[in-house]
């Protein structure tokens, strides 16, 4: 079994075949065709702690903003499931505390701005395993917009739509949500990017949702996959 992100990292082949012009896309976003909702959070943030206060944040967020003690504890059991990860992490500094709980603001903010939504936002949006595919959970989901997020100091990335792309191939063999487009956020650099599906299909080059459907099932099947 492989999980969603190592599909969206390494089948190149799958990505280059049915996606071909989705580098070129990215860096059309990234010259500029993102919105922009905060500045770029402009606090020094040890590289050797970035993923811990970003995972912390994400979810602080999603226990409610109540209480960063136990969004710590989560995070750092979560980091520690990904392979190679560090296992034990010294406790937030406190202008760690402080990044986290901006960062969890400027992420429900663009969360809310992305889908028109404060009501109804689920997190760790679970998709159901399918072939070699095991199964997987997205950041979050509110009124049919299926987004990720990317606290980092870079831009827009093919792998981060790749991810996306995984969820939303993986739901169609289940159907068990209707998600009509995707969204890319980023609270440190305080932009997002946000495509309806079809739209993003057209302007990658991809095949139309069925035909993609197909190519992604006859990929994952039980007889292998082609990196």
Same mark, same amino acid.
């Given at each position: 079994m492989i999980t969603a992100t190592q599909f969206a990292h390494n089948y190149s082949s799958f990505w280059l075949e049915n996606f071909p012009a989705l580098k070129s896309y990215v860096r059309v976003i990234n010259a500029g065709a993102y919105e922009r909702v905060f500045d770029e959070y402009d606090a020094s943030i040890e590289p050797s702690r970035a993923?811990?206060?970003?995972?912390?944040?994400?979810c602080f967020l999603k226990n409610g903003e109540k209480s960063?003690?136990?969004?710590?504890?989560?995070?750092?059991?979560?980091?520690?499931?990904?392979?190679?990860?560090?296992?034990?992490?010294?406790?937030?500094?406190?202008?760690?505390?402080?990044s986290v709980v901006e960062l969890a603001r400027r992420t429900k903010i663009m969360v809310e701005a992305i889908s028109r939504d404060t009501d109804n936002i689920t997190f760790d949006i679970e998709f159901a395993g399918c072939g070699a595919l095991s199964r997987s959970y997205g950041d979050i989901f509110s009124n049919a917009v299926l987004s990720e997020v990317k606290s980092v100091d870079r831009g827009f990335r093919a792998?981060? /739509?790749?991810?996306?792309?995984?969820?939303? @191939?993986?739901?169609?063999?289940?159907?068990?949500? !209707? %998600?009509?487009?995707?969204?890319?956020?980023?609270?440190?650099?305080?932009?997002?990017?946000?495509?309806?599906?079809?739209?993003?299909? /057209?302007?990658?080059?991809?095949?139309?949702? @069925?035909?993609?459907?197909?190519?992604?099932?006859? !990929? %994952?099947?039980?007889?292998?996959?082609?990196?």
């Amino acid at each position: 079994m492989i999980t969603a992100t190592q599909f969206a990292h390494n089948y190149s082949s799958f990505w280059l075949e049915n996606f071909p012009a989705l580098k070129s896309y990215v860096r059309v976003i990234n010259a500029g065709a993102y919105e922009r909702v905060f500045d770029e959070y402009d606090a020094s943030i040890e590289p050797s702690r970035a993923s811990l206060i970003s995972e912390t944040a994400f979810c602080f967020l999603k226990n409610g903003e109540k209480s960063l003690p136990k969004a710590f504890r989560e995070a750092t059991v979560r980091i520690g499931n990904l392979p190679g990860a560090e296992k034990t992490h010294t406790r937030l500094k406190e202008q760690e505390k402080a990044s986290v709980v901006e960062l969890a603001r400027r992420t429900k903010i663009m969360v809310e701005a992305i889908s028109r939504d404060t009501d109804n936002i689920t997190f760790d949006i679970e998709f159901a395993g399918c072939g070699a595919l095991s199964r997987s959970y997205g950041d979050i989901f509110s009124n049919a917009v299926l987004s990720e997020v990317k606290s980092v100091d870079r831009g827009f990335r093919a792998v981060d /739509f790749r991810q996306l792309m995984t969820y939303v @191939l993986q739901n169609t063999t289940s159907k068990n949500y !209707s %998600i009509h487009s995707i969204a890319v956020i980023n609270p440190r650099s305080g932009i997002f990017y946000k495509e309806n599906i079809e739209r993003f299909l /057209f302007d990658t080059c991809a095949p139309n949702i @069925l035909d993609l459907q197909g190519k992604f099932v006859s !990929s %994952i099947g039980f007889g292998g996959l082609s990196r």
